[in-house]
């Protein structure tokens, strides 16, 4: 059984920082893909950015040149650092993990709000 540990939401004013965590847990599996995603109120759920277990990382467009993914496979936990955050990155993000058995977890999310 999987289980994601995620942290590091909260109230930021725009131009701010925010690093949100996702830490995972599960005997014997192997982490692929980890990955996070936003949905605001109103609006389906949408990619923020995901990270293969060899580093490769994917963005979407809105966040390009602003977040920045990134991993530590020894503690299986996803990183995402939050920069130059915009009142429209208020969202719930939620953690993704794809193990190596090919399922897919989520976390139960975190609350980012950016004020203008």
């Known amino acids: 059984q999987v289980q994601l540990v995620e942290s590091g939401g909260g109230l930021v004013q725009a131009g701010g920082s925010l690093r949100l965590s996702c830490a995972a847990s599960?005997?014997?599996?192997?982490?692929?893909?980890m990955g996070w995603y936003r949905q605001a109120p109103g609006k389906q759920r949408e990619l923020v950015a995901t990270?293969?277990?060899?580093?490769?990382?994917n963005y979407a467009d809105s966040v390009k040149g602003r977040f920045t993914i990134s991993r530590d496979n020894a503690k299986n936990t996803v990183y995402v650092q939050m920069n130059s955050l915009k009142p429209e990155d208020t969202a719930g993000y939620y953690c993704?993990?794809?193990?190596?058995?090919?399922?897919?977890?989520w976390g139960q999310g975190t609350q980012v709000t950016v004020s203008s």
């Open positions: 599960g005997s014997g599996l192997v982490f692929m893909s």
């Open positions: 993704k993990v794809v193990t190596s058995r090919l399922t897919e977890v």
């Open positions: 990270i293969s277990r060899t580093g490769s990382a």
